[in-house]
């Protein structure tokens, strides 16, 4: 019978062992980079963020900046991948002037 908990997957390792470490891409760097980047141009795309700010899953960062008391709205656009290709995505704009 195999022994499950020795079998560590590649990623979660990955994680334990670099828990402690500081991280451009943290998730508060992350969640720091869409608040500047709101701030600046008051709007910005699923797909800019992560062109632009190498964040690959800014809902759940905007989710986590929402509950920290940052007013966001989100609208629904098609926006073109660096494929050529139409996706519709989340546009993110900065609410009440922050």
Known sequence: ????????PT??????ENKNHNSTNSLEHQRAAIRDYLREHGTMSTLEARRELDVLHPAARVMELRR?????DL????????????????????????
């Open 75 to 98: 609208i629904w656009v098609d926006d073109f991948s660096e494929n050529g290709k139409i996706h519709r995505v989340g546009r993110y704009i900065l609410a009440g002037g922050e």
């Open 11 to 16: 990623l979660e390792r990955n994680r334990l």
């Open 1 to 8: 019978m195999e022994n499950k908990k020795a079998a560590t």
């Open 68 to 72: 920290s008391g940052l007013e966001i």
